[in-house]
T-cell receptor, first 113, second 111 residues
């Protein structure tokens, strides 16, 4: 069964609004989680590293004020896309490490209209 | 992270073995080879990983060359459900690291 759960699986929002995506580790603790973004027909691109109890680390070119990451507990990281625009429409995926491997959530399809 | 090179796409007949190659000529001595796959509109799924010995699990086999500069993922009896993009990634193996995904190989299983 899934060890990392993401919610929602898909969301449609209006331009200018904010959207929150949750990533939960099931039955294990994750002090670190990772957020990726994937555009159609492209590979996964790492956006940021989410650290429990401290600030997230963002990859070059990713706006930290637009993509807010909160890792308030050992089993939950959230990604909030603020003031979403159509160009933010993408597939967002989180991962958490366990037993030396990375486990991924099922992904969230965000469509901004 | 060491870079990997994979063919863009491959076809394989259903029921046959699918052999997916990966070059990782700059791999470091402490880096593992990981394979993940991504079925359309889903998150990546872990398949197998290895350091230098060949590995086998219920999903696949991993053959790593003696010089560790390349490897092959083998799906012994491919089914239609194996159609996916397969990613070969190298990393130090603790899981607590960011992964760099290349373009992967799009494997299509032909009925």
């Amino acid at each position: 069964g899934a060890v990392v759960s993401q919610h929602p699986s898909w969301v449609i929002c209006k331009s200018g609004t904010s959207v929150k995506i949750e990533c939960r580790s099931l039955d294990f603790q994750a002090t670190t989680m990772f957020w990726y973004r994937q555009f159609p027909k492209q590979s996964l691109m790492l956006m940021a590293t989410s650290n429990e109890g401290s600030k997230a680390t963002y990859e070059q070119g990713v706006e930290k004020d637009k993509f807010l990451i909160n890792h308030a507990s050992l089993t939950l990281s959230t990604l909030t896309v603020t003031s979403a625009h159509p160009e933010d429409s993408s597939f967002y995926i989180c991962s958490a490490p366990r037993t030396g491997k990375a486990f991924f959530g099922q992904g969230t399809r965000l469509t901004v209209v | 992270d060491a870079k990997t090179t994979q063919p863009t796409s491959m076809d394989c007949a259903e029921g046959r073995a699918a052999n997916l190659p990966c070059n990782h000529s700059t791999i470091s001595g402490n880096e593992y080879v990981y394979w993940y796959r991504q079925i359309h509109s889903q998150g990546p799924q872990y398949i197998i990983h290895g350091l230098k010995n060949n590995e086998t699990n219920e999903m696949a086999s991993l053959i790593i060359t003696e010089d560790r500069k390349s490897s092959t993922l083998i799906l012994p009896h491919a089914t239609l459900r194996d159609t996916a993009v397969y990613y070969c990634i190298v990393g130090v193996g603790f899981g607590n690291e960011k992964l760099t995904f290349g373009t992967g190989t799009r494997l299509t299983i032909i009925p």
